[in-house]
């Protein structure tokens, strides 16, 4: 019998705990109010079901107050309430006996800190007699009870509604929430489920009730007890005179759009003039900038088909190629340290002559899930080559192939998905047996672990499992989210998952390639971030998604097919201007998104632009920055030899090292010291300055300056100068006697334009 | 508030949005996010000992210790009753009574770049790996952490590093924004303070380029920016425009430039401070202190060292019939005597030292036990760190070590702790929460300020 403590100077403490419990019941009969709890018998408050309810409710438990690592203030709860058992035993074995006063409830510490009654750092958490105040002072004058093996469990969490359209001058709605119990039973939650909305759109009143604060889209997810579930919202203005601008539909990628962007009373922004289509379809599909000639044919093409034919004909060159093997070997970790410079060479030459032959993207992800063999002779083995441990190798496959972020549940289950840590360590032991023969290892720091040069086979152990770290046993083997099927422990773990993961059946597998290729042509995932595949982040547009992942299996995975059925619709060929009423939305793809140019694409814009080539260390000069097979040949602290200008750039302006599987490890953001560079810094003044480049030439044609003016403009733009931008530009080359200077700065002023920087 | 607008924040990344409205998201939680604790200090000035100093021949000596434990350097007393330290350093002894001493931080990393990973940032590495691979899943300096938090308005720099980038075999992590993004990355100078010649090849134009010129570019820049001005709505686009202004203020500013300008410094001065890199970036730190810059950190070395008396940190092994002691004796005490209580008088005198915290540590301390070639190697297990300033106590010893400095006897710190004693002086709540690059919120620090260093 556990024993209580009475602290408090009112009651004389009885002799025998007898007495005491006699107390204590007597004492909650007598200082229990009937009142707040006329919809729930005494009898049943439940630990788990309410108890931690409210601590979650009152956000207790989040990470920056009780449910630090330390705690606060001396008092731990778990994390978000991932331990129930912990925080039962926080709460019910209170030392001091002052956090929870069975004899004395009101005066229980933990309920006059959550009301304010005494000073509390996290303010003040619900108030007297509500009916968070009542559950807990019920559970604590029951003499903080546990649950009974008849407490029956959460089995769903019932939210309705899931998705809803508000137009003005509605500005709210009403959540109805449900917790179905094990035991058939079902409660109105709503008052003690959490509410996170995901922007600052909406509020959520504390019983569900969302309120609209702004014009777009939300999400909110609704948390109870372990579950949650998303809510998507969307505020629209009334916009009575709203007409539907839209052009028509090319394909079934603008049916989906507009159908969404009608519901919302959003149109379309207008078509990206000629020139925007061009520099966009160049820079998406080649990564690089149409040429001056290039760019007047196009723009001077009569043809109603032209940008169909563009579209055909960019895709048929090698450059293709090189611009999406770059995405690829991002992800793959196609890197010098651990795959050395000829399995750089080799892997990226695989990953290119895949996307150039259009190797089906199902057999591409077969054939590196099930990779083995020498890393010289079997490239695809460079994939395992790269992730040095299981835990590694889990997390890619699922990150890349799969969109889901299973990092989380390596140390506790996923706080906002599925996955437990048994998922965990059963996906993780796939790849447990993934074993290494180091023909040769001729690294220069032999302190150095991750360095390896040299030929390595990559095998397939018979044996070897991945420890579930809780139980120190070894791990099932699972393919993830399939929970019947336990892998033989004599097969080929590998050889089976790339059978199950690459197919066609496996929507989460077609879903994320279509979601990842959609990402790469419109900037934003319809799942995004791409890789974070989960109930709590639901595609912006499922049936657009549907759609693709269809078009992508129908057409056998062929990576030109889908870029080409995207790149013809409307959505595709949108301009990045925004009209009223698209000004504000950034997820329902109304207008095309300007982004800045990834730093390869900007350092042979630059290049093709001062007409002069790049020098790479360890690369022959001419070969582009889009064309690089891994991070960089030449390491800085290499003595034959150091990076250049052009190596520094690129790492400058955000090329990643590759040793993450996300496209979150490429910072595109601006930085100040980029800006720094940019006008003051060596690469950049080296470009201009060059006597070789395409400035000299146009000064020895000996043709007048604004004839230079425009070629300038039509190089770096790809259009004329405006008079006014010709007249100044003139003007101020003519004002010296030498031109060059001049010219130099009107160059200067083109690369550093957010016309030029900027895909748009 | 401030705590849950964080966290929404993080759920908006959960959520799907793009990374532009997640920044925006986390600047707006960043603007919300209000010191929850009074700052006691306004900048940091991290001197970080590359290599590993020996706390048992420098500032936790054991004369009591058995031969072969026992340090070769004698004892002085010092400006604070009852401390005791090292003999060689003789003027150090006397400013003891304005810092205190940490003598029992811990940890468990005992190879160079993980164990300084773990000093620079205040997180576990992974693992304890000799050649710790830098990534964005490392944690980022806290410089970054502190430009990410609390950042200075105006055209300083909120984080400045120098004279190098530390590495041992590979760049050493932690010393840049990683997951914060290159924008928190701190303003890195390589150049040589004690150079003549030191200027800041960025706060400088070249030769061929006037301010006029520059003005020009920026001029036409402008105009062919108008032409598509409907076009650029987006805060990326807005925000370029923002650092192209900020840099031609820069490189236009008398007030950064002289910042950084050390010739304006009086000549003895200069030579008080030591005509040594580290002697000048000290000068440097009190300097950049003077301009409002909140946190610099100075690497006393570019690489571990320990086998000359000209170059290098602090890792004295003894390697290739090197010895600790007359290198120690030639390089690293003279220098740091020369250096150190120079630059806190300094801050004190004028009236800094109050609102700047200096830290003074290594990424470990060394073996209490002598090794064969009479030298010391790696010991995370306990050493001493030297705080003084910024809300610190004067005169001060916290903890104890056991009697041959090998483990804390008393009042242990995890370096974790030191991590959250800084935030915490900089009136930054240890626990706010930053968002990885997958999104996750993981606190700033996982440790607890300690009370008992706090003045």
């Known amino acids: ?760 | 508030m401030a705590r849950r607008a964080l966290l929404r924040a993080g759920g908006a990344g959960l959520l799907g949005l793009s990374w532009p409205q997640i920044l925006r998201a986390q600047e707006q939680a960043a603007k919300e996010q209000k010191p929850s604790l009074p700052a006691k200090a306004k900048s940091v000035v991290f001197l970080y000992q590359f290599g590993g100093p020996s706390h048992v021949d420098m500032f936790d000596m054991k004369p009591d210790a058995p031969d072969g434990v026992c340090s070769r350097f004698d004892q002085i007393s010092t400006s604070l009753p009852g401390l005791e330290i090292c003999d060689q350093l003789p003027e150090t002894a006397k400013v003891m009574d304005k810092v205190t001493l940490v003598r029992t931080v811990y940890h468990t990393m005992k190879n160079h770049n993980s164990a300084s990973y773990y000093a620079l940032t205040g997180h576990a590495p992974p693992l304890d790996d000799i050649r710790l691979r830098d990534s964005v899943e490392l944690f980022p300096a806290y410089g970054s952490v502190v430009d990410r938090l609390a950042p200075l308005a105006g055209s300083m720099p909120t984080f400045v590093a120098y004279p190098y980038v530390i590495r041992d075999g590979a760049i050493t992590p932690g010393q840049h924004a990683s997951f914060l993004g290159k924008k928190h990355d701190p303003f890195l100078i390589t150049e040589d303070p004690n150079s003549s010649s030191f200027k800041l090849p960025e706060l400088s134009l070249p030769a061929n380029l006037s301010a006029e010129r520059l003005d020009k570019r920026r001029e036409i820049q402008k105009l062919i920016n108008r032409q598509t001005e409907a076009a650029e709505q987006t805060a990326t686009a807005a925000g370029l425009d923002a650092y192209y202004d900020r840099t031609l203020a820069m490189l236009s500013s008398p007030a950064v430039r002289n910042a950084f300008d050390l010739s304006a410094e009086p000549d003895g001065v200069r030579r008080k401070y030591g005509r040594t890199t580290y002697g000048q970036g000290c000068l440097l730190a009190r300097r950049l202190v003077e301009a409002g810059v909140k946190f610099v950190n100075v690497y006393f070395s570019s690489n571990i060292g320990g086998q000359s008396t000209s170059d290098g940190g602090w890792d004295t092994h003894g390697f290739n019939n090197t010895f600790m002691y007359p290198i120690l004796k030639a390089r690293h005490l003279p220098l740091t005597e020369h250096t150190l209580p120079v630059f806190l008088n300094d801050l004190d005198e004028r009236g800094l030292l109050e609102t700047t915290l200096v830290v003074w540590m290594g990424e470990f301390g060394r073996t209490p036990k002598l090794n064969s070639q009479t030298s010391r190697d790696h010991w995370p297990q306990c050493y001493t760190v030297l705080l003084a300033g910024g809300g610190v106590k004067r005169g001060y010893v916290h903890g104890r070590s056991d009697r041959q400095g090998a483990f804390p006897d008393r009042d242990g710190v995890p370096i974790e702790d030191l991590s959250a004693t800084m935030f915490a002086l900089l009136g930054i709540d240890p626990a706010t929460e930053l968002l990885d690059r997958l999104n996750r919120p993981l606190p700033i620090s996982s440790g607890r300020a300690v009370a008992g260093v706090m003045a």
């Open chain 1, 1 to 760: 019998m556990r024993r209580i403590d009475i602290k408090s100077p009112a009651i004389a403490p009885p002799q025998r705990v007898r007495d005491r419990l006699l107390v204590a019941i007597v004492l909650v009969h007598l200082v229990s109010p009937p009142a707040g709890a006329a919809d729930r018998p005494e009898t049943n408050v439940s630990f788990r079901n309410d108890v931690m309810a409210v601590l979650s409710k009152a956000g207790c438990n989040m990470g920056v107050c009780h449910g630090n690592k330390f705690g606060k203030g001396g008092f731990k709860l778990s994390l978000r309430g991932e331990n129930p058992n912990w925080d039962f035993s926080v709460l019910s074995r209170d030392l001091n006996g002052r956090r929870v006063n069975p004899l004395e409830p009101d005066a229980s510490l933990m309920l006059l800190k959550a009301t304010m009654q005494v000073p509390h750092e996290g303010s003040r958490r619900f108030k007297i007699k509500s009916q968070e105040y009542d559950i807990l002072r019920h559970w604590i004058a029951s003499d903080t009870p546990s649950d009974t093996p008849e407490t029956p469990a959460l089995k769903e969490l019932v939210v309705a509604p899931r998705d809803v359209v508000l137009v003005e001058p509605v500005d709210q709605v009403q959540l109805a929430v449900e917790a179905v119990f094990a035991d058939g039973s079902r409660r109105d939650v709503k008052g003690l489920a959490v509410y996170d909305p995901s922007n600052q759109l909406a509020e959520v009143g504390h019983d569900g009730l969302v309120q609209r604060h702004g014009v777009g889209t939300t999400t909110v997810i609704v948390r109870y007890l372990g579950r949650q579930a998303p809510v998507r919202v969307a505020f629209v203005p009334a916009r009575p005179d709203f007409v539907w601008r839209g052009p028509a539909p090319a394909n079934f990628i603008d049916e989906f759009v507009f159908a969404r962007l009608k519901e919302l009373r959003i149109n379309p922004s207008l078509s990206a003039s000629d020139t925007v289509f061009l520099r966009r379809a160049f820079l998406d599909l080649l990564g690089i900038l149409p040429t001056a000639d290039e760019a007047r044919q196009f723009v001077n093409d009569a043809r109603s088909d032209k940008r169909a034919r563009l579209i055909d004909e960019l895709l048929e060159r090698p450059e293709f190629a090189d611009a999406w093997a770059l995405k690829w070997s991002d992800l793959l970790r196609v890197e010098e340290k651990t795959l050395d410079r000829k399995g750089v060479q080799n892997f990226h030459a695989w990953i290119r002559g895949s996307i150039a032959r259009d190797k089906p993207l199902d057999q591409f992800a077969r054939e590196l899930i099930a990779a083995r063999g020498s890393t010289y002779r079997d490239p695809a083995a460079n994939f395992y080559r790269a992730m040095r441990e299981p835990f590694m190798r889990a997390e890619s496959t699922a990150q890349v192939f799969l969109g889901v972020r299973l990092q989380c549940s390596k140390c506790h289950n996923h706080p906002f998905d599925r996955w437990t840590q048994d998922d965990y360590y059963n996906w993780a032991n796939l790849f447990a047996r993934v074993d290494y023969r180091v023909v040769e290892n001729r690294r220069r720091d032999t302190n150095d672990s991750h360095e390896f040069d040299g030929e390595q086979i990559v095998v397939m152990a018979r044996e070897g499992d991945v420890k579930d770290p809780r139980t120190d046993k070894p791990a099932a083997a699972r393919f993830l989210g399939h929970d019947t099927v336990n892998l033989p422990s004599d097969s080929d773990r590998l050889l089976a998952l790339s059978e199950w993961l690459a197919s066609s059946s496996n929507k989460l597998f077609v879903e994320t390639l279509a979601n990842r290729i959609w990402y790469h042509l419109l900037g934003q995932g319809i799942v995004d971030p791409i890789d974070d595949f989960r109930a709590t982040n639901p595609p912006v547009n499922p049936q657009l998604l549907e759609a693709l992942s269809g078009e992508l299996v129908s057409h056998n995975f062929s990576l030109r097919h889908l870029v080409r059925t995207i790149m013809n619709s409307q959505v595709y060929q949108l301009s990045s201007v925004a009209n009223d009423t698209n000004r504000d939305d950034e997820v329902h793809f109304s207008r095309a998104k300007a982004q800045m140019l990834p730093a390869e694409q900007r350092a042979d814009a630059m290049a093709q632009v001062t007409g002069v080539s790049l020098k790479f260390a360890g690369y022959p000069e001419g070969l582009r920055a889009g064309e690089l097979p891994g991070v960089a040949a030449v390491r800085d602290r290499d003595r034959e030899s150091r990076p250049t200008l052009a190596d520094v750039f690129l790492q400058e302006f955000g090329k990643p090292p590759r040793l993450q599987s996300c496209e979150c490890e490429r910072s595109s953001e601006p930085t100040l010291s980029q800006t720094l560079r940019s006008v003051s810094g060596p690469f950049v003044a080296d470009l201009l300055r060059r006597r070789d480049n395409r400035l000299q030439k146009l000064i020895d044609s000996g043709r007048p300056t604004y004839e230079l003016i425009d070629d300038l403009y039509w190089v770096a733009l790809s259009r004329a100068a405006t008079p006014e931008e010709r007249q100044a530009s003139a003007a101020h080359v003519d004002s010296q006697s030498d031109r060059r200077p001049g010219l130099e700065d009107v160059l200067w002023a083109l690369m550093n334009s957010k016309e030029f920087l900027f895909r748009r």
